[in-house]
């Protein structure tokens, strides 16, 4: 009897070196989109590295001063467009037209939504002792565990002055 992993069989393969056929390419090579060309992509395209990036308020701010330095543009030109007579001669439909940040609207009348200080889901119940607004009784068993300053941390994360009694 030969010993245990003595013999070892050499691996026979399809596309051996010595085989005259080519070989025959995967399935996931097949499917592959790797070395198709990309039309999409620009090949001419270069960075710019001198972009530097504006944050929120900034991007706000410039877009309120376009806006408002456009309105004053067109009032220039409605006032130097007036007859005579002192009325307008047209109006165009875009003069009025609303954007993102000129529409102002009122308040809600719908309530304020409460949600569970604990998962953040909706939380229609509060806890008495704690004030913490929770979404089912499981998550009650958890808040009845909690020990009072973590309470008033999860207090504190909504913005409520934390008063545990």
């Known amino acids: 009897m030969p010993p245990k992993g003595g013999y070892k069989r050499k691996a026979t393969t399809a596309n051996g070196e010595d ?5 025959v390419p995967t399935l996931s090579e097949q499917f592959s989109y790797l070395h198709q060309p990309r039309p999409f992509k620009n090949p001419n395209y270069t960075k710019n590295t001198n972009r530097r990036t504006k944050n929120l308020k900034a991007v706000l701010t410039q877009e ?3 806006e408002r330095l456009e309105r004053e543009r067109r009032r220039h030109e409605k006032e130097e467009s007036m007859d005579v007579d002192g009325g307008p001669r047209e109006s165009s439909p875009e003069e009025d037209m609303p954007t993102y940040s000129s529409i102002e609207a009122p308040p809600s009348v719908l309530p304020q939504r409460r949600y569970c200080d604990i998962t953040g889901l909706e ?3 509060t806890d008495p002792a704690t004030s913490l607004r929770y979404h089912d009784k499981s998550i009650y068993e958890l808040i009845k565990g909690l020990s009072a300053t ?3 941390d999860y207090l504190a994360a909504r913005g409520v002055n934390p008063i545990v009694r």
């Open 123 to 125: 939380g229609p119940y």
């Open 19 to 23: 085989s005259p056929t080519p070989p």
């Open 64 to 66: 309120r001063e376009r």
């Open 150 to 152: 973590a309470a008033k």
